[in-house]
């Protein structure tokens, strides 16, 4: 059994093999039961195929701390992977195979609305797949925008609207509990990827982009209860991820895309078998 730190999930999971083991973790066969509050930590059981596992993960702010354990066919522990790295990673890997899929393939700018710990990763995704020549920053804290986009070679922008405006794709990553931009500012064709609202009384896009868009979630059961963005508007999806992966559904003239992610046992559980698995063949981790 492996234990990787925070830097050797990063080492052992570039964000293009993050993107791939999500095509895993909607594509295979799983079972996601409602995260659970306990205490001040999360649990997030799931499986995946025959691979089980649990994440749990504190929810104190400010202060990252967990695990994901994953377990084989048997029953045995795979590894242990640093919890809060791996959610960063597969939160945004997430919307980046979303990203391909629904973008325009000549999208070129990015708004980034939301400076917090996903951010980053959250652009690295979208770079991952699409030529971005720009992104825009935008944080309610002037500072901590300037800090991301300093660090990203991005651009502070002071109105979320104007990043809006002029950007292809708009990534939200956020604990907004009300809309960020609004509707009139969002370009005809633009793809929103929304990771910051997690609950029914939280929500970063505004109504009239929701009802407009072709909506993709990656859980139907998990949106039902937990999409605010959703839920604020009474919007059933248009897909699933599983079914946009497959190409069973397909966007067809809506003016925009959205994929409204709240997270899955699934995504961890992909994304840490490929991460343990690249740390053995790379001769990273400690063997427990």
């Known amino acids: 059994m492996r234990y990787l730190n925070p830097d050797e999930v990063r080492a052992a999971l570039p964000m293009s093999d993050a993107i791939d083991s999500m095509a895993h973790a909607f594509g295979g066969d799983r079972e996601a039961p409602n995260r659970m509050l306990l205490g001040v930590s999360l649990f997030m059981p799931g499986r995946l195929d025959s691979y089980t596992g649990v994440k749990v993960v504190s929810s104190v702010p400010g202060d990252p701390a967990g695990v994901v354990a994953v377990f084989d066919e048997s029953g045995h522990p795979l590894g242990l992977v640093d919890g809060p790295t791996l959610s960063a990673i597969r939160t945004a890997a997430a919307p980046g195979l979303a990203t391909d899929k629904m973008a325009p393939s000549d999208a070129g700018v990015m708004a980034m609305l939301g400076a917090g710990a996903m951010a980053a990763d959250q652009v690295a995704a979208v770079r991952a797949v699409r030529q971005i020549r720009e992104v825009l ?152």
């Open 137 to 288: 920053v935008w944080s309610r804290t002037e500072e901590s925008a300037r800090v991301l986009a300093d660090s990203i070679g991005g651009e502070v922008v002071i109105d979320a609207d104007e990043a809006v405006a002029r950007a292809d794709v708009v990534s939200t990553a956020t604990p907004s509990r009300c809309p960020l931009f609004e509707a009139s500012s969002l370009r005809l064709g633009a793809h929103v990827n929304a990771v910051g609202a997690f609950t029914p009384e939280m929500a970063e896009i505004p109504a009239g982009v929701v009802e407009e868009a072709f909506v993709v979630v990656d859980d139907r059961e998990a949106a039902a209860v937990e999409a605010g963005d959703l839920l604020r508007v009474g919007r059933q999806p248009d897909a699933d991820m599983a079914e946009l992966i497959s190409g069973q559904m397909v966007p067809s003239d809506e003016p925009f895309t959205l994929f409204k992610s709240v997270g899955i046992a699934a995504q961890d559980i992909a994304a840490a078998v490929r991460a343990l698995s690249n740390a053995e063949e790379q001769g990273l981790g400690t063997v427990l």
